[in-house]
């Protein structure tokens, strides 16, 4: 009998007649898949959509194929031919199954997508399969149920080696030939996670008498009969040192089958494996494997890991799907495997780990719970370690519940330990491990250690795991009970032991743990205080957050529409990213000097084609499809991802070792067209790396007019690379054509601007993330210069919106009188003084600039946050020297600010346009975070009509709308449906309607009658 047929026939062993399949629910119930679904307390419905699933399976007979003819397996594909297969069937029902036919079958996630496969042999035409399916079906996870062959198969057949050992095979924990192909696979693929069930056999031995084994003898095999001395059961007389060998890998999730728990879990004696032959560890070094262990019950009463595994495949699915609702991205494959790791039920008493579950029962609620993070301490972190780095995370903890964290990477490959054919092959000890990361818990007051990983004994694999110096798994997890914690400040420190070849990625989960956090106008602690390493998240999304002091942060996130402003000559330095995310609301912006990695999303949606993009950090093609985004590249029959050539006015494919920062701009496509699936939409995706110098000086390509028939020449693809809106009033378009191209693909056609006048939609401001199209005609100079005063933040969601401006307007006592619209810019001064900087020039006069100023280092419009009287922005005028006899003035502003005029040491607000008139005076602008300005913005003044009280919405589609007094207090916030109306029944006087976009209409209210 041939090594291939034993393969093939493994299966047969641990299944079961299918007809009884019935107990999927119970499975769903024992972790908890439903607090998942429609209806449960954490109020999602996770089914798996736009998450790709590969399935490979052994062959049952000469079968292997899913039985997709069944309507509620008609979304499998089976993309290698074979018969149909009732152990792949069942496995795809418990994965995907939409349950029509039988809702107790029903799938984890039925509308996830599905693609099956054969375990070819050799082993080496599935690795090669496997690798490029990852990338042609941007497979995020693959179930693998089945096991390489090891101990007792068919009775009569032992599969160890003679030379070895007569008693014991030594392929039980050895790291073998696919456990390493798994691992290399996964870490060239990060975000793919293999989830890999172990053997089925423990404690399975022959009936007694004669068998057949293997001796080695020099370069060939001897097939040997015997019976003495006979070989012990699998997994030996404790049941220890069972696992296959391809179960022994290190980045893949492993897990191992108990009973069904009726009920769900409440206790860790409720994990029963006294219906499982579910094998144990630890592998022959010591890692701790299984990881996790799951339900596999499906029809006699005996849990099998063939069926355990795919509910765990179907769990990280959801888990992946709902981090991307939330964060516009996919985790890490180390990410998911940790949090699965971290949010176990436990299999012991003090919720350490063992060699038979793990680190206990897969929780699906608890997962999800955890991202949902609805406290905000729950700390999900990726970074990167380089050789000789230590990071570490400042965290603060209340004292009063348990702690833990746990840090997981994607290793590269070991070494398969070489094999002599001798005693000596047996139980090798030989660390696996290639990057070996620790992490510990310290108390800042001591400072001392307080918390170390779990780790298990080798040479007793039954005793119980203790915490200490783990030098062999590629996960870690430290728990410290509350009774040793007091509340306070501490270090959660990830370093490496040995050295590390090539910068390491990692993940770490942190359990309730406190950070510093931006929102309702305000940092939890001012930016001067932060501890290095601290966790920092800006949740306000009207506001803009200023760090004026240099500060050192472990992991900053901006959510979408958060603004985020680092003060002129203060720089942000992060250990793992910053995070600028994105959704359909909006993008998160920031400005401001960054020492490390920025992760920058995009959002994009709407139907199939081209899009424009401003790569704004160092990156190549390789970045760009990191989460597993669909993109062909250059040498692809149909690429996805262009530069423009702007010397010879042609397009050209990249390749993913290109650059994307060094060129202009990208464009990809997006959707799907005739030649093939790209990456579907809506898609949120991102790109991390270090910030784009803060100045960038083009040289562009100008219009030689040699040739009159390519109307390509001369025009140059340009991009935003900064994260935060470009001022198109700002920047000196003098040696282009002073016109820029932006292409709406809603339009299918370019909007232009030249910052002053638009067309077709073009706006004043360039987004974030945004290329744009410039023309060089012939006689022009082609040189630009954008720098980082060019960018703008502003506490307006949407600054395509609003423009504000200070409009002065100032009388001469000889009659005539001049005005200017004063704006806000970075090349200003802090004061304007009338006497020394007024123009007396026509209103006409294109020479006729405007007037700017700014508050010490910060852009006039930069957020809304106090300011004493000292620190105002003022306007200054004598009337002896100017010859002013009187000043009008009127306001356009952001709410939150105002403007102020003195006279004769006297403060008085500006709620509308006022005249000041005769004799010195000045004009401040200041931030009030109690105020709320009269804007006189007219945009929806058409939409929303005020009738004496009566507010009338007449747009087109629901609108959510907010009146504020002018003390900033918020009176109303609702939704206007289409031609609603309301009394409004607040006392007279004026008010401020502020809409979701941002605009906002002055309302005066009279007397009740």
């Not at 799938?107 to 990852?134: C, H, K, Q, R, W």
């Not at 494996?273 to 005996?302: E, F």
Request: charged share 20%.
């Amino acid at each position: 009998m041939t090594k291939l047929t034993l393969l093939v026939l493994l299966l047969v062993i641990s299944f079961s007649p299918l007809s009884a399949q019935n107990k999927t629910v119970s499975q769903r119930e024992t972790v908890r898949v439903d607090s998942l679904k429609a209806g449960s307390s954490l109020a999602v419905n996770l089914e798996g959509d736009g998450i790709a699933i590969g399935q490979w399976e052994s062959f049952s007979g000469s079968n292997a194929e899913v039985n997709s003819s069944l309507s509620d397996l008609a979304h499998f594909t089976n993309l290698d031919t074979s018969g149909t297969s009732g152990h792949a069937t069942t496995v795809a029902k418990i994965m995907g199954s939409k349950g029509a036919t039988n809702a107790s079958e029903i799938g984890v996630v039925p509308n996830a997508t599905f693609y099956v496969f054969d375990v070819d042999f050799p082993y080496s035409n599935m690795i090669a399969e496997l690798a490029d399916a990852i990338d042609e079906y941007d497979l995020l996870l693959s179930n693998h149920s089945y096991d390489d062959n090891a101990g007792w198969q068919l009775d009569t057949f032992w599969f160890g080696v003679n030379n070895i050992s007569e008693t014991e095979d030594y392929k039980f924990g050895y790291y073998g030939y696919l456990a390493r192909k798994y691992d290399s696979i996964m870490y060239a693929h990060p975000h793919h996670l293999i989830v890999k069930s172990v053997f089925n056999d423990r404690g399975v031995v022959g009936p007694g008498g004669s068998f057949s084994s293997y001796t080695k003898n020099g370069s060939s095999w001897d097939l040997v009969t015997r019976s003495s001395p006979y070989p012990e059961a699998d997994g030996g007389t404790d049941g220890y040192d069972g696992l296959s060998p391809d179960a022994t890998s290190k980045n893949a999730l492993v897990v191992g089958a108990v009973s069904n728990i009726s009920g769900g879990y409440s206790t860790y004696t409720d994990i029963d494996y006294s219906s499982s032959q579910s094998q144990w560890g630890p592998t022959d070094d010591g890692r701790i494997k299984p990881d996790v262990v799951s339900p596999g019950d499906l029809s006699g009463g005996t849990a099998y890991s063939s069926f355990s595994t795919p509910v765990v495949t179907g769990i990280a699915a959801m888990l992946q799907e709902y981090y991307h609702d939330l964060h516009g991205r996919y985790m890490l494959a180390s990410s998911v495997k940790a949090l699965l790791i971290h949010t176990a039920d436990a299999a012991t008493a003090n919720g350490s780990p063992n060699a038979s579950s793990g680190y206990g029962l897969v929780n699906a609620h608890s997962a999800g719970a955890f991202l949902k993070n609805s406290d905000d301490r729950q700390q999900l972190i990726e970074g990167e370690l380089a050789n000789g780095e230590t990071h570490e995370y400042s965290v603060y903890l209340d004292g009063t519940t348990d702690f833990r964290a746990t840090l997981a990477w994607t290793d590269p490959a070991g070494i398969t330990p070489t094999l002599e054919y001798d005693s000596t092959d047996l139980d090798d000890t030989t660390h696996i491990l290639v990057n070996d990361l620790d992490m510990k818990l310290w108390n800042t007051s001591g400072p001392s250690m307080v918390g170390a990983a779990w780790k298990l004994d080798v040479s007793s694999p039954g005793s119980a795991a203790t915490q200490g110096n783990n030098s062999v798994d590629n996960v870690e997890r430290v728990d410290v009970s509350s009774a040793s914690l007091s509340a306070g400040w501490y270090t959660v420190r990830v370093s490496h032991k040995g050295t590390v070849a090539s910068p390491q990625q990692y993940s770490l989960l942190i359990s309730d743990a406190g950070g510093v956090t931006f929102e309702a106008g305000g940092w939890s602690a001012a930016p001067n205080t932060w501890r290095s390493g601290v966790l920092v998240t800006v949740k306000d999304t009207s506001t803009i957050a200023l760090v004026s002091a240099d500060v050192s942060v472990g992991q900053l996130r901006v959510v979408p529409n958060g603004k985020l402003r680092i003060a002129e000559g203060n720089t942000l330095s992060v250990m793992s990213q910053v995070h600028l995310e994105a959704d359909a609301s909006g993008m998160a912006i920031m400005k401001g000097k960054v020492s490390g990695d920025v992760r920058v999303h995009f959002y994009i949606e709407g139907t199939a084609g081209f899009r424009y993009f401003g790569v704004p950090v160092r990156a190549n093609g390789a970045d760009w499809e990191a989460d597993m985004n669909r993109v062909h590249f250059n040498g692809h029959s149909s690429p996805s991802i262009y530069g423009w050539n702007a010397a010879t006015a042609s397009w050209v494919a990249l390749s993913e070792s290109d650059s994307l920062h060094e060129h202009g701009g990208v464009v990809s496509y997006m959707g799907t067209n005739n030649h093939g699936q790209f990456s579907p939409l809506p898609l949120s995706k991102y790109i991390t790396g270090e910030l784009m110098p803060r100045t960038q000086s083009y040289t562009l390509t100008v219009d030689s007019d040699t040739d009159p028939s390519n109307s390509d020449e001369g025009w140059n693809l340009v991009s935003n690379f900064t994260t935060a809106p470009l001022d198109g009033q700002s920047i000196d378009w003098s040696g282009t054509d002073g016109t820029y191209y932006t292409w709406d693909s809603n339009l299918g056609d370019y909007a232009s601007s030249n910052g002053m006048s638009h067309t077709k939609g073009g706006g004043r401001y360039i987004p974030r993330g945004q290329s744009f199209w410039l023309y060089c005609p012939s006689g022009s100079t082609g040189l630009l210069a954008i720098d980082s005063s060019d960018a703008v933040l502003t506490a307006n969601p949407d600054v395509n919106k609003m423009n504000y401006f200070v409009r002065i307007k100032w009388y001469l006592s000889s009659g005539s009188y001049d005005e200017v619209f004063l704006r806000w810019d970075g090349n200003s001064s802090r004061s304007f003084r009338f006497g020394e900087d007024m123009l007396r020039k026509p209103l006409n006069d294109a020479s006729r600039p405007e007037c700017r100023w700014r508050i010490e280092d910060m852009d006039c419009v930069m957020g809304v946050f106090p300011w004493s009287a000292s620190d105002s922005c003022q306007l200054l005028w004598n009337a002896g020297i100017a010859g002013i006899d009187s000043v009008g003035i009127t306001a356009e502003l952001p709410r939150g600010m105002s403007v102020k005029w003195s006279k004769n040491g006297m403060d008085y607000p500006l709620y509308q346009s006022n005249v000041l008139l005769n004799g010195n005076g000045a004009v401040y602008l200041k931030w009030d975070a109690s105020r709320v300005s009269v804007h006189q913005n007219q945009i929806h003044r058409g939409a929303f009509e005020v009738t004496g009280r009566k507010v009338r919405w007449n747009g087109e589609k629901p609108m959510r709308a907010s009146f504020y007094d002018l003390s900033g207090k918020l009176l109303l916030d609702k939704v206007w449906m289409p031609g609603e109306e309301q009394m409004m029944e607040f006392h007279a006087g004026v008010y401020t309607l502020v809409d979701q976009r941002g605009d906002v209409l002055k309302c005066s209210f009279g007397t009740r009658e």
